[in-house]
């Protein structure tokens, strides 16, 4: 029995070959361990790192989790746990956003085009998997660059532009492979404190932050799989993992002489030990085999796990040889294994090694019961344990559902959206459709609203997306408001609007034309339209519209003038010809009856009474005036102009019999 008054962490490591746990508590900056214990399974009850018989599984976890028990005289409750790299997935993307005009690029910008890049990672996820992204966590992702108008940049926020990228390295895990470890502790009384990934451990034991400047690559060669991180400019670069590992080599001993699997992993095991190897068949025969004989039996599997290994790191280096690799696992001892590493690797021997026990600078154990390169990454897994705000998983509100996450790291907001399946642009308003039209033969532009931007709300005060979250954290997100397509009317046009008065009928200016037609200052601009005006400086336009006369002497506040006048407010516009014209017709009228060619007139009513129009091929309404004694100047108020009982303009046409009614108000 072991005296400890310390808060002890257990981590185990659940291999494909063997259970391996480790016991001990945290002094100061380092993890002192009390015991180890290990136990290889009876059966082939995990294969490349994936649980396959869960009640097999569990029984070795539970024979080492009492061997550790009775040894330091306690009950172990909560356990640290990783999962094995064959299962993880990474996906590199790079993601651009151009803005119709350059844009201040706040925190949120930046962490929405984040967002943005993790969606594309989960469609590329679910192309090359073939499978839907729900099924996967995503437990981490590292921005590797930010780019501004094309260019290269450190650090997004704060710039401006119209076009940014983002390339980002992000880490997926299958939810199958955690609930299948899940299952297997929670049938030996085990609860999940953290869960981490198996590369992460061995990282964390053999790199060191202060070493991950370094171009350096760790390669955990187990014996289901070979799992490969690289360390660059203070971070992760990238993960890898080649689903081969110490069994292929196995695999070959025990086909070549039909032995059962635990025996070939004995036969291989001994071949640096012994000359002369012997064992029994499945069939009962025993063999006395050379060593060299064996060796160079198993040489293509290692000529083969080498290649693979050499690639994945060139591949994950970005196509250049890191400047040192670091081998860990059972399975980096195979015989001439990393002296075939180096020389396809092109990283020369003195710089290619294999860790062990000892070499993890963090730990301290005295008993040395496991010390291979076999608990390297136990030893990691035992250090992420010693931090306290390490848990399983956190429970959170979101939008009033509870969402629990999966801790692998100091979880953010971003990690519950990005696990909720939040759609990025939620918080940016799309902007509403801009209206283009034509206007006196230039293009105009009316732009839709921008909206308003979305936020979040972290225990209800405004948050941003790498605000650090905690179990029983609330979150709200309030979603950005669309803008507002453009629905301009012809009062919203920038014009300099005067009032004039033409025979004392009152005219705004500019006037409004489509299609000849007169628009009203509430007409609602439609896309493409062409629309022209008529304005202070078409006097002779104006004339030729309101008032029908040949004559071409224009008068203005009883002055003379000319068609390049420029009109200003408040002027009264008349013609001297309407006038006399006006008067000498509606004298004598019974004379010009006999004279006027009746084929050509038309019968109208102006208030009750008959009066024929006549010496025009067609007739708008203002040519009543030549045939009706009605005094224009006299100005007793505002005239009123009906006909047939509705409203009327002076350019509509008359016909037969129209009723028209016309007085002062």
């Known amino acids: ?68 028990e009775k040894a330091i005289g306690e009950t172990l409750t909560f356990v640290s746990i990783a999962a094995a790299g064959r299962v993880l997935n990474t996906q590199v993307v790079e993601v651009t956003k151009e803005y119709e005009e350059p844009l201040l690029h706040t925190r949120m910008h930046v962490e929405a085009l984040e967002l943005f890049a993790i969606e594309a990672a989960k469609k590329n996820l679910e192309k090359a998997l073939n499978t839907s992204s729900e099924n996967y966590y995503c437990v981490a992702y590292s921005v590797m660059n930010y780019f501004l108008e094309g260019y290269m940049i450190g650090e997004l926020e704060g710039h401006t532009g119209k076009v940014v990228s983002v390339k980002l390295l992000a880490t997926f895990l299958p939810k199958s492979v955690v609930e299948s470890l899940y299952e297997v502790t929670r049938r030996v009384g085990l609860v999940v404190k953290h869960l ?14 202060s070493l991950r400047s370094l171009n350096l690559a760790l390669v955990d060669i187990g014996a289901g799989t070979s799992d490969i991180a690289i360390t660059k400019d203070g971070t992760i670069l990238s993960y890898g993992m080649i689903p081969i590992a110490g069994d292929e080599i196995t695999e070959m001993i025990m086909y070549k002489y039909l032995l059962d699997f635990r025996v070939a992993d004995k036969v291989k095991q001994e071949l640096g030990t012994k000359d002369i190897i012997e064992f029994v068949d499945i069939i009962g025969i025993s063999h006395q085999i050379k060593a060299e004989e064996i060796l160079t039996l198993i040489e293509p599997s290692i000529e083969n796990l080498s290649s693979a290994i050499a690639d994945k790191i060139i591949e994950l280096n970005l196509g250049e040889p890191p400047k040192v690799i670091f081998c860990v696992g059972g399975g980096s001892q195979s015989i001439g294994l990393i002296e075939k590493i180096s020389a396809k690797s092109g990283v020369s021997m003195d710089h290619i090694t294999i860790r062990t026990g000892e070499q993890v600078d963090s730990v301290i154990d005295e008993n040395k019961e496991i010390n291979g390169p076999e608990v390297v990454t136990p030893y990691g897994i035992c250090l992420i344990g010693t931090d306290k705000k390490n848990t399983k998983s956190i429970s959170i509100i979101l939008n009033n559902e509870q969402l629990d996450l999966l801790d692998t790291k100091q979880l953010v907001v971003m990690d519950a959206l990005v696990a909720k399946d939040f759609k990025y642009t939620s918080l940016f308003p799309n902007k509403g459709k801009s209206l283009t039209f034509t206007l006196d033969e230039e293009k105009v532009v009316f732009k839709g609203s921008t909206g308003k931007l979305g936020s979040i709300l972290l225990n209800g005060v405004v948050a941003s997306l790498d ?28 014009q300099d609007f005067i009032t004039v008065f033409i025979e004392d009928t009152e005219i705004s200016l500019p006037l409004f034309l489509k299609d000849g037609d007169i628009l009203s200052l509430d007409y609602k601009i439609e896309p493409y339209d062409d629309i022209t005006t008529i304005g202070k400086n078409d006097l002779k336009k104006l004339i030729s519209m309101f008032i029908y006369s040949k004559t071409d002497k224009f008068y203005v506040n009883g002055q003379i003038v000319d068609d390049t006048y420029i009109l200003s407010d408040g002027d009264l516009i008349t013609t001297k010809g309407f006038f006399e014209d006006k008067k000498e017709e509606v004298t004598k009228p019974k004379q010009l009856e006999k004279i006027v060619d009746l084929s050509k007139s038309i019968e109208v009513y102006v208030n009750g009474k008959a009066v024929i129009l006549h010496g025009m091929d067609e007739f708008i309404f203002v040519n009543i005036f030549d045939f009706i004694d009605f005094d224009l100047k006299a100005r007793r108020g505002n005239v009123a102009l009906r006909l047939n009982g509705g409203d009327v303009s002076f350019t509509h046409k008359l016909k037969n019999g129209d009723q028209i009614e016309i007085y002062w108000e």
Do not use: W
């Not at 981490?196 to 932050?209: H, M, N, R, S």
């Not at 979250?469 to 046009?493: F, H, M, R, S, Y």
């Open 467 to 494: 605000n650090k979250i905690k179990t029983g954290d609330k979150i709200d997100i309030i979603l950005a408001v669309p803008g507002k397509d453009a629905q301009p009317t012809l009062a919203n046009c920038q």
């Open 196 to 209: 981490t990934l198996e590369p992460i451990a061995a990282l964390t034991a053999i790199i060191p932050q």
């Open 1 to 68: 029995m072991i005296d400890i008054n310390q808060e002890l962490i257990f981590g185990l490591d659940i291999g494909t070959r063997t259970i391996i746990g480790v016991v001990g508590y945290k002094k100061e900056n380092k993890f002192i361990v009390l015991k180890s214990a290990f136990k290889e399974h009876e059966d082939r009850a995990m294969i490349d790192g994936q649980v396959h018989d869960i009640e097999k599984v569990a029984y070795t976890v539970k024979c080492v989790k009492e061997e550790l």
